[in-house]
């Protein structure tokens, strides 16, 4: 099945996508949005309201108000939840587009590929900056976290397998077999740095 959608992608130059992929997209997109609109009201609320606590501050180490008033926030110069707001609703259109029997072309695959890799590079680097220097975690942040990370790998073994990525056979095999795993170890790497960073917090 993958090697003929392979070889009608390399001669028609365009793909579509099967059902299951098209809903991770639509899921992956959704929950970003909803944390980028959550994080959005309460960037707002925190302006007019200086004093405001956001609903996601629960401890010292659970603290979104301390992310958000952050310089790591706004690192464009604007709030970063605003460039979600865009980015997770071109994932859902994606994703609809999908469901729907689109099909693009290899350029706009390999753009929307980058745009993951640049998505996750810039959660990677949140993710550092809330550890070990904000010395908060935010749950809303979080979220988009663990939709940004199988969102990049789907994406890009989607690329990889129609060899829209000129890969050699052995990789996009790999990818074939073991998306998952991907995901799986990256979520679960996350997931112990935010374990070890606080473990005598969430331990005592």
Same mark, same amino acid.
């Given at each position: ?11 028609? @130059? ?28 309460? /960037?707002? /609320?925190?302006?007019?309201?200086? @004093? ?153």
């Amino acid at each position: 099945m993958a090697k003929a959608a392979a070889q009608h992608a390399r001669r028609t @130059g365009t793909a579509g996508a099967g059902r299951g992929f098209a809903l991770l997209l639509v899921l992956t997109g959704a929950a970003g949005l909803l944390a980028s609109w959550v994080i959005t009201l309460d /960037k707002f /609320k925190l302006l007019e309201d200086p @004093g405001f606590t956001p609903g996601c501050s629960l401890n010292p180490v659970v603290s979104c108000g301390s992310v958000m008033e952050s310089d790591q926030a706004a690192a464009f110069g604007f709030p970063n939840p605003m460039l979600g707001l865009a980015a997770y609703a071109v994932v859902i259109c994606v994703g609809v587009s999908l469901l729907a029997g689109a099909a693009f072309p290899r350029w706009y695959w390999l753009a929307f590929d980058a745009g993951c890799l640049f998505g996750v590079a810039f959660v990677s680097w949140l993710q550092f900056e809330s550890l070990y220097r904000i010395n908060a975690l935010c749950l809303w942040c979080a979220l988009a976290w663990a939709a940004t990370i199988p969102l990049f790998w789907y994406v890009t073994s989607y690329t990889v397998r129609r060899e829209f990525l000129p890969v050699p056979r052995p990789v996009r095999t790999f990818f074939d077999e073991f998306t998952w795993l991907l995901t799986l170890v990256h979520l679960a790497v996350v997931g112990m740095l935010i374990l070890t960073r606080w473990w005598d917090f969430w331990t005592s």
